[in-house]
């Protein structure tokens, strides 16, 4: 079965930091690209960032532009997305997801993935 295990949330205050992992359970995620969404209590589902696999191109919703980075490390078959200089506004359940990759760049939207895990909380108050 195949399942994506998100980890690394918690509570940060203001111009904390946090880094969340994305994990594919029984199988590998150099095939797919990854995405980072949330969600935030009665707000829909937003599409924070994603990465190809085929040449790791990424893209950044404008809100964690230049605050946040995502990457890949093919050894351990993971995804990361450093988050830095959180704001109270970035609290949300955090989902990872794996799609396909046409070789038009990280997909943005949730209905282009196929697989996704249960979230992390990321909860950013002082």
């Given at each position: ?49 994603g ?46 997801a ?29």
């Open positions: 079965q195949v399942q994506l295990v998100e980890s690394g949330g918690g509570s940060v205050q203001p111009g904390g930091s946090l880094r969340l992992s994305c994990a594919g359970s029984g199988f590998r995620l150099d095939p797919y690209a990854i995405g980072w969404f949330r969600q935030a209590p009665g707000k829909e589902r937003e599409g924070v960032s990465i190809s696999s085929s040449d790791g191109s990424t893209y950044y919703a404008n809100s964690v532009k230049g605050r946040f980075s995502i990457s890949r490390d093919t050894v351990k078959s993971l995804v990361y997305l450093q988050m830095n200089s959180l704001k109270p506004e970035d609290t949300a359940v955090y989902y990872c794996a799609g396909r990759d046409y070789g038009l760049g990280p997909p943005r939207q949730p209905y282009e993935y196929d697989y996704w895990g249960q979230g992390t909380q990321v909860t950013v108050s002082s």
